[in-house]
């Protein structure tokens, strides 16, 4: 007797509510709840693509009451942001104490002691369900894109770096080093999208933690000075964001199923643009004004004045802004006036922080105050409730799009120097839309194929879905010399809009 898909996926989707239910209900230990949900995944992924041969297949995505907005997408969204909004403020709910811990926290003590000596937190319970959520979604992913080596590759790729250095690393130097004090130790987790890397606590304790605190505090840096952008010149922002970044590990494997609600309007670009610079230059500003709190203190003093330091300030950026303005001066596109702004506000904001801050307050505000608010409105609030809470909602790269400071930074380097874009053979169009509808990132890319122009924008993430689910191989993703990466359209067909640069 053989078994229909649909009963695989309502299978599928018993057992998955069932390991749910039972770690909510905190019945026995995780082994089993954790056990069902996999069962669930792996039973629902049979059920919806093994009776089928391998090819990208999203038939009913509009259909779906989970993915189109319907009552169990609002419902799954809804729950998601309960939870997050749990974990960030109210972690008594699921059983967090400060002395013993009871309820789903509760489930997770004997693996926390296990990895790092130590009862769970709800920060380790909500990292082990990360985790477990990219693993068990990620061999979803892999069976139903298992015919497209690079999607293959990628999603091993951001499993790997979840698992080990989001993971594991740090669980196992907290048990090796328990009496170091804490500081960043997923080594991939790289500042701004780790606000909290220049905190005035998060430094000395890095260099209060001896060798090894000292080989992160130099780590972070060549990463964010050195090493991102090379790796981004070399491959634009997927190198991060596509196969490495944890953010967008859950977002293609756990947010899949959502990606064709994420919005192509022009007015939604535009409202991208403003948000995600805006968040950049309160980071950096944010950043700017602790280090200059920092400096201000007595282990600061033993360093660089502060002074020195927003003397420095002032010159790199002022060394950026020549810079782009004369290497881009004979195109002076959208991204790069929002740039030459962005810098504008940040030399202005530096020059007010010295005239109008002393060594422990930020424009009259104590940094720590300001830490707090920064890491509730935007590490907290957006990154994690609305970010992940809103994927049937909005799309499966909320955060990404409109508040990532990270994605922001690679981003311009991307559109600007970067030897990555996505190449088209406009003749091979036959306009069928899949490549905007399952565009995570909200790009219009079939206006760009009908045109047979290179599709080179600061969100896009280099994912390569739209390639994957292109029936005629028009779209490539390539890395070649940056001379004619920004060419004019060969001919003009597709949507064209009124104001150039919006397309």
Aim: aromatic share 16%; net charge positive; with cysteine.
């Amino acid at each position: 007797m053989t078994l229909s898909p649909q009963l695989y996926q309502r299978l599928g989707a018993a057992s998955g509510l069932l390991g749910l239910l039972w770690s909510m209900l905190s019945i026995g230990t995780l082994g089993p709840s954790l056990g069902l949900m996999t069962v669930g995944v792996l039973l629902y992924s049979w059920g919806l693509y093994g009776p089928k041969g391998a090819g990208i297949q999203n038939n009913g995505v509009w259909h779906n009451a989970l993915t189109n907005r319907g009552l169990w997408g609002w419902t799954l969204g809804l729950a998601l942001t309960a939870f997050y909004v749990c974990i960030y403020w109210f972690p008594e709910v699921l059983g967090f104490g400060k002395e013993t811990n009871t309820g789903v926290v509760a489930l997770f003590d004997p693996l926390s002691y296990t990895l790092n000596g130590n009862r769970a937190t709800q920060w380790f319970m909500y990292g082990t369900l990360y985790s477990f959520a990219i693993v068990v979604f990620g061999g979803k992913f892999l069976w139903k894109y298992r015919h497209n080596r690079y999607q293959i590759f990628r999603t091993l790729s951001v499993i790997f770096f979840q698992l080990i250095f989001a993971y594991w690393l740090p669980e196992f130097l907290a048990k090796m080093n328990p009496e170091t004090p804490y500081f960043a130790k997923d080594l991939k987790n790289m500042w701004p999208l780790n606000y909290y890397f220049f905190d005035s606590w998060h430094l000395k304790n890095m260099l209060k933690g001896e060798t090894l605190g000292l080989f992160f505090l130099i780590w972070g840096l060549l990463l964010i000075f050195v090493i991102s952008p090379i790796l981004t010149y070399a491959y634009g922002k997927r190198w991060y964001c596509s196969w490495v970044c944890g953010c967008g590990a859950l977002a293609e494997t756990a947010g899949d199923p959502f990606r064709q609600l994420s919005s192509t309007k022009i007015s939604v670009w535009k409202l991208e643009r403003w948000m995600i610079h805006l968040v950049l230059v309160l980071s950096l500003l944010t950043t700017i004004g602790l280090l200059w709190s920092f400096f201000g203190g007595k282990t600061g003093r033993e360093i660089m004045s502060q002074q020195q330091f927003l003397g420095g300030t002032l010159i790199f950026l002022s060394i950026c802004l020549v810079g782009i303005g004369v290497y881009k001066r004979n195109a002076w596109d959208r991204d790069t006036q929002y740039t030459l702004l962005s810098l504008g506000f940040l030399m202005l904001g530096s020059l007010a922080i010295h005239s109008f801050s002393d060594p422990r307050h930020i424009l009259g505000l104590s940094a720590v105050k300001v830490q707090k608010w920064y890491g509730f409105g935007i590490g907290a609030a957006f990154s994690g409730v609305l970010g992940v809470g809103f994927y049937p909602i909005l799309g499966s790269r909320v955060w990404c799009r409109f508040g990532c400071p990270m994605a922001a930074i690679l981003g311009l380097q991307q559109r600007l120097f970067s030897r990555f874009r996505i190449t088209t053979n406009g003749g091979q169009c036959i306009s069928c839309g899949n490549c905007s509808t399952y565009c995570e990132m909200g790009i219009d890319v079939r206006s760009y194929a009908q045109r047979g122009e290179n599709i080179v924008r600061s969100s896009c993430v280099g994912c390569g879905i739209c390639s994957a689910v292109c029936p005629r191989g028009v779209l490539r993703l390539e890395n070649d010399s940056p001379n004619n990466r920004l060419q004019e359209p060969i001919f003009p067909l597709g949507h064209l809009n009124s104001q150039k640069g919006t397309l």
